[in-house]
């Protein structure tokens, strides 16, 4: 029987969630690798949160994600939160914040290990790297 790893907690860290956006956007194929853990819930930031959630859209839409395809999907979201933003793009901070997170990835070798910084293991009872 194996053990089911969890995130006990959010990520924390607004760069390693740069990175690990960055990463998805550079390398779509690696979001397959942090899927099977990594949840909308485990970013901090409610910017990423919704980033992250078109990302799992395009995704579940089987299309190839990319800078231009994630901009176009959070442009045609109604901002439906706090204050006076007109879509979801607008909301996080437009084209700008989204090309940015590609600059903030030096390598993806280690996305694994980025996204499961705390993970419990309830049945040896511990959390585990």
Do not use: C
Request: glycine share 6%.
């Amino acid at each position: 029987m194996t053990s089911e790893l969890t995130l006990q907690t959010p990520l924390h860290s607004l760069t390693l969630e740069a990175q690990i956006l960055g990463t998805l956007l550079m390398e779509p194929r690696m979001l397959e690798t942090v899927l099977p853990i990594l949840k909308v819930d485990d970013f901090h930031s409610p910017v990423n949160q919704v980033i992250y959630n078109t990302v799992l859209q395009v995704f579940n839409d089987n299309v190839m994600l990319d800078e231009i395809l994630l901009v176009e999907r959070l442009l045609a979201q109604p901002h439906r939160g706090h204050g006076s933003f007109k879509n979801q793009l607008e909301y996080v901070g437009g084209p700008v914040y989204i090309i940015g997170l590609t600059k903030k990835v030096t390598s993806s070798a280690n996305i694994r290990e980025h996204a499961f910084p705390a993970q419990w293991d309830p049945k040896l009872g511990i959390h585990v790297t």
